[in-house]
């Protein structure tokens, strides 16, 4: 899903865009993308505090469902407003009405068909990923997305809040994050004696023979939950983006999927081994660095100072991701997404 999205957005760009187009219709720079980037970045504090008040305040659905829909038109509908734009330019007015039904009409789907959570999630997270890469420079989104990267990671490991989203809109169904279900086997002596006793007592009943087998084994069967926020689709396209409208270049922005690609596996890797949610923009942001790295090398091995500095970034950034996660494990203060009513072979 994360590749779908940089693949769609990027190619959507690619098509739509000629470099002619792009010169004559520059992204903000200098003071205005700079004020440009705070504001989003503000806005976007403001906005996971309030949803992380309302979670914890209000428990009624349709105030969720009411916001999750306000997000998913909006976005969906500017990825389809740009999509046929460019396939029926001279009829803007029903454009303009067949963008705004399609994306009331993604959002209906989705409440009636469940399941569709991930599609509405993927579908606004390239209209955010596609409309931010449009309008910002390279520089200006490479910027967001490092305030985005500190902001995740306190927001992961020191409030706690990000874990807090990540659950609600879990456990809601909301088309905040895509995901996907599995079951991972856990020696007995890897939890706590309360934790081990519940999941028995929630397996007790199982008819799966396999699943039994376990149990007697001595290993807890144990429901495993990947997610990926929408935020996490939708920032590494923007730069992605931005780096195709800025330079021109499908190379790099080819590159920076890749590396991106990368930064996921990397954070993937580490969640599994220590068994804890683990913020991905961080990650994401490390090897979005080392692509760029790579890119102005290539360009220039006259540049291996800026190319040296982007590699260094990068890779403290990943040692401070990896560093924290085993702190954490040993302190046993991972924490976890787990969806209610997920039993292990339900």
Do not use: C
């Not at 993308?33 to 976007?44: E, M, P, R």
């Not at 914890?56 to 407003?81: D, M, N, W």
């Not at 599609?119 to 955010?128: N, P, T």
């Not at 706590?192 to 376990?214: I, Q, S, V, Y």
Request: zero cysteines; aromatic letters at 14%; proline letters at 4%.
């Amino acid at each position: 899903m994360f590749l779908i999205v940089q693949l769609s957005g990027l190619l959507m760009a690619f098509y739509l865009l000629s470099p002619a187009e792009i010169y004559v219709n520059r992204a903000p720079s200098g003071a205005s993308g700079t004020i440009s980037v705070l504001f989003y970045f503000a806005y976007l504090i403001v906005a996971a505090l309030i949803l992380f008040f309302l979670f914890k305040r209000h428990r009624g659905p349709l105030l969720f469902k009411g916001i999750e829909a306000l997000v998913v038109v909006s976005a969906a509908f500017y990825l389809f407003l740009i999509a046929l734009s460019a396939f029926f330019p001279d009829y803007p007015n029903y454009v303009l009405l067949a963008s705004f039904a399609a994306a009331v009409g993604l959002i209906v789907a989705k409440n009636i068909w469940p399941v569709l959570r991930n599609l509405a999630a993927v579908i606004a997270s390239i209209g955010v990923g596609l409309v931010l890469g449009l309008y910002f420079g390279f520089f200006a989104s490479f910027i967001f997305m490092a305030l985005i990267a500190v902001y995740d990671y306190v927001a992961v490991f020191v409030t706690k809040h990000m874990i807090t989203l990540g659950r609600e809109s879990v456990n809601r169904n909301l088309a905040f994050m895509v995901g996907s279900y599995d079951v991972e086997v856990v020696p007995q002596g890897y939890l706590k004696k309360g934790e081990a006793a519940k999941l028995r007592k929630e397996l007790a009943g199982t008819k799966n023979e396999t699943l039994r087998r376990l149990i007697a084994s001595g290993s807890i069967p144990m429901p495993s939950f990947s997610a990926l926020g929408t935020g996490d689709l939708a920032i590494p396209l923007m730069v992605a983006v931005s780096a195709y409208t800025t330079y021109f270049s499908y190379f790099f922005s080819a590159i920076l999927v890749v590396a991106t690609s990368f930064g996921l596996a990397f954070a993937m890797y580490v969640s599994k081994k220590y068994k804890m949610a683990l913020p991905a923009i961080p990650p994401l942001f490390a090897f979005a660095s080392i692509g760029f790295g790579i890119d102005v090398l290539l360009a220039s091995s006259s540049n291996w100072l800026l190319a040296g500095l982007l590699f260094a970034e990068g890779l403290i950034v990943l040692a401070i991701m990896l560093l924290t996660a085993i702190n954490q494990s040993r302190k046993g203060l991972g924490a976890r997404i787990v969806p209610k009513g997920r039993a292990a072979g339900s």
